[in-house]
């Protein structure tokens, strides 16, 4: 069982920055970010395999947001550049054994609680 502790949202001004951070209780091969905004379905936003240092990212947020580790801390950042009001939303840290269920069928085993961003306009 891993359990993930999510800390830095908070609300910013468009085209601020925030970082998020996830530390996890124990090592897993793959974790990422994923949000959900109201009304909208929840989305992978960034994922990273330890392994490899191998980083993903949704379209939406390629060239604004990067993701990355301190392997030592078991810990996953998750720096947002240029924020924009449709980044409002709910960010879920996850964790998963396999890449595959983490980023590509979006399933990952292991889920923290959540940190509120907010853009305003």
């Known amino acids: 069982q891993v359990q993930l502790v999510e800390s830095g949202g908070g609300s910013v001004q468009a085209g601020g920055s925030l970082r998020l951070s996830c530390a996890a209780s124990g090592y897993t091969h793959s974790m990422g970010w994923f949000r959900r905004a109201p009304g909208k379905e929840r989305e992978g936003v960034a994922a990273i395999f330890a392994g490899t240092g191998a980083t993903y990212y949704a379209d939406s947020v390629k060239g604004r947001f990067t993701i990355s580790q301190d392997k030592a801390k078991n810990t996953v950042y998750l720096q947002m550049n240029s924020l924009k009001p449709e980044d409002t939303a709910m960010y879920y840290c996850?964790?998963?054994?396999?890449?595959?269920?983490?980023?590509?069928?979006?399933?990952?085993?292991?889920w923290g609680q959540g940190t509120q961003v907010t853009v305003s306009s």
């Open positions: 996850a964790a998963d054994p396999s890449l595959y269920s983490l980023w590509i069928r979006g399933a990952p085993g292991y």
